[in-house]
């Protein structure tokens, strides 16, 4: 960075200043194709629940 530009900016050496600002395009699935995600994650998440409360019924009836 020349002296001159820094100069030129009464010496502010923020670097929003001279760092250019770059986006980058975020593409996201189809909505159907999240829902569908969901969905298995949750069918998942359930069978899960299910065989911790079976669990916990055999824990109980061992006591």
Same mark, same amino acid.
């Given at each position: ?22 986006? +980058? +395009? ?5 909505? +159907? ?8 994650? +949750? ?21």
């Amino acid at each position: 960075m020349p002296a001159d530009e820094i100069k030129a900016n009464n010496y502010d050496l923020s670097i929003s200043r001279y760092k250019e600002i770059e986006y +980058e +395009e975020v593409r996201y699935e189809k909505p +159907e194709i999240i829902i569908e995600k969901i969905e298995e994650l +949750e069918g998942k998440i359930l069978e899960d629940i299910e065989e911790l409360k079976w669990l916990l019924n055999e824990d109980e009836s061992h006591r």
